[in-house]
């Protein structure tokens, strides 16, 4: 069975560590946050200048002058601390950020990834996606592996204007855990109750896979 959005934010939240700084994008990227693991501290970090983010607020708990630099609203954990873009974007490209969780429409089997604009279409913007993805060492996209059309997300190369080239390290799909390698993209884990099979038709991208590729766990 296919993850939905909190299955994905879930298991990316397995991939922070103690001590983390944590800039988290919009959409499924923010949910990360409501399943930080209670043995470890992390900060969250948006670039509109928000440092100590916390959960996702639930529906009628949101506070409309508290957002993201997605427009998202969010809320903040006791000692959080609120500064202007630059001192904030300074963080970024000081590479004082361990760790960047990114939405993307795009990414291929070459790390690169397209998460920012569609030709002719209104997006709602992309934050500060081109510095994170310039001083981030560590990106992991969190993602739907296919569009609405059934087509895949994960691709031999994007068709979409690039926002990276070569940054992204790992994603996390709903149908998989996937690494990015030079040589291409590789099969780590995969959703509960999904098969090889079912994530080899939904990648067009060059998928390496060896072994038994193990279930997710939750």
């Known amino acids: ?12 939240a397995q991939e922070l560590r103690d001590g983390y700084y944590v800039n988290l994008g919009i959409g499924i990227p923010t949910l990360v946050a409501n399943y930080v693991p209670e043995e470890i501290n992390v900060e969250f970090q948006s670039e509109n200048g928000v440092l100590g983010m916390g959960p996702f607020p639930f529906e009628g708990e949101e506070d409309a002058d508290l957002i993201n630099a997605g427009k998202q609203t969010i809320t903040t954990l006791d000692g ?11 963080m970024i490209r000081g590479k004082h950020v361990q760790l960047t969780v990114l939405g993307a429409m795009e990414v ?38 296919t569009n609405k059309k059934n087509e895949s997300k994960l691709l031999k190369k994007c068709s979409l204007p690039l926002t990276g080239v070569g940054c992204v390290k790992k994603i996390v799909t709903d149908l998989a855990v996937i690494e990015v390698t030079d040589n291409g993209f590789k099969l780590i884990e995969r959703a509960p109750g999904v098969t090889v099979k079912d994530i080899q038709n939904a990648t067009e991208g060059k998928l390496i896979i060896t072994g038994d590729i193990p279930e997710m766990i939750l």
């Open 1 to 12: 069975m296919a993850l939905d959005k909190i299955g994905i934010a879930k298991r990316i």
């Open 80 to 90: 959080a601390v609120f500064f202007d873009s630059a001192a904030s974007f300074a």
């Open 108 to 145: 291929s089997e070459k790390g690169d990834i397209a998460n920012w604009k569609i030709p002719g279409k209104m997006v709602k913007g992309m934050g500060g996606a081109m510095d994170l993805v310039a001083s981030a060492d560590n990106i992991i996209v969190a993602m739907m592996h």
